[in-house]
């Protein structure tokens, strides 16, 4: 027996679908099966399809493309029917059904045809070209830039959380919808005492906001970005210096903000 509860969003032409299944009869040992080990079962499911599944006990809450949740639906249905117990014993779902599951439900391939690229929607142009988000988290990222004043990025690194801000940035200012981007973060990271470093200002702070510069680089070109900065079009400054800015027209940008403190 199954429940389904779904809905569906749209935000800059962005297809995000968001479903809720209750499998049933709840069964923990079941249910462990299903999910595997620290649920690497439904890792797998989430790698694969590229979407996000969130479980509390015999209820599952799937987000992505339609096509996929759609895919990962049927799938822990079907699995969930293979975890029945045979002469007492609960079945065992091994990563390779999962695998075959998948691939049984050409959900890649269809996926592949059928969904809209992500870059065509939300259109981020640089001198060195367009910035597409490749996965649907970085697209709903870039879409919750663009719809709120007020954005917050988590994210393990590497996954673009600067590099698409910068983007967003960048791509405002070119389009004249700001007049500067006020690019920070703290200086010294959590915990970490630094002493005394030898130099001016921008010699001290640097190398901390290496990545913001080398986002701006590759998105601007060396020549213009100085330009920028000369200007003050482009602010580039540790966190602490941000008392008492004022902020009108600005983009700004708060990296690793996780090191922050209260005061």
Known sequence: ???????????????IDTREITLEPADNARLLSLCG????????????LGIEINRRDNHFKLTGRPICVTAATDILRSLYVDTAPMRGQTQDIEPEQIHLAIKEARVLEQSAESVPDYGKAINIKTKRGVIKPRTPNQAQYIANILD???TFGVGPAGTGKTYLAVAAAVDALERQEIRRILLTRPAVEAGEKLGFLPGDLSQKVDPYLRPLYDALFEMLGFEKVEK???????EVAPLAYMRGRTLNDAFIILDESQNTTIE
């Open 37 to 48: 080990p620290f649920d690497d079962n439904i890792k797998q499911l989430e790698r694969r």
């Open 228 to 234: 920028l900065i000369e200007r003050n079009v482009i």
């Open 148 to 150: 709120h004043d007020i």
């Open 1 to 15: 027996m199954f429940s389904v509860r779904r809905y569906r969003h749209k935000r800059n032409s962005l297809n």
